[in-house]
């Protein structure tokens, strides 16, 4: 005698089977902030894309297609066409972190490295780029210690990044 399937782990499963094939194409960004249903987790150069296909936490394939140039913003909600709304959230990525309790230290590694154009995040005496050996020996060389790590990397958006302005002309 066969065994009567147990309801809610066959829906369980359907409603998991259904997140995973579902699909969203996403036009527009939210202006101001909104619970999410789901969440995208986006690496830094997956930011900078207007056009991409990901998988959502929950295991929906979401396509983007939004104005080329804007870099997606951690936090940023972004709405698909039917309305279900996905967080940007930043993905943990390789870094290399850098660090020195010299404020000296730290500036003049901040200069060399923005004399290069590098990507960097900057915080309190600390900082990531993604890996590059070359870079890596240079701070080091300038006094800070570094070691590579897994982490969400959230490079400063630059002195000409777009700023949305929020009053008329």
């Known amino acids: 005698m066969s065994e009567m399937p147990d309801m809610n782990n066959a829906e369980s499963d359907?409603?998991?089977g259904l997140a995973a094939r579902a699909s969203y194409a996403i036009h527009r960004r939210l202006e101001a902030p909104a619970p999410a249903h789901d969440r995208i987790q986006l690496d830094h150069l997956q930011r900078e894309k207007g056009r991409l296909r990901v998988r959502s936490e929950a295991g929906a394939e979401v396509r983007v297609f939004l104005e080329r140039g804007r870099t997606l913003q951690v936090g940023e909600v972004l709405a698909s066409d039917c309305g279900r709304l996905f967080e940007v959230v930043a993905a943990p990525e390789t870094v290399i972190r850098a660090h020195t309790r010299d404020w000296l230290q730290f500036a003049r590694a901040c200069y060399h490295l923005g004399n290069r154009h590098v990507k960097l995040e900057v915080g309190e005496c600390w900082l990531r780029i993604t890996p590059d050996h070359v870079l890596r020996d240079m701070l080091e060389q300038l006094g800070l210690a570094t070691h590579e790590e897994c982490a969400p990397f959230v490079p400063e958006a630059g002195a000409?990044?777009?700023?949305?302005?929020?009053?008329a002309h």
């Open 14 to 16: 359907a409603a998991t």
């Open 160 to 167: 000409y990044a777009r700023v949305r302005h929020e009053h």
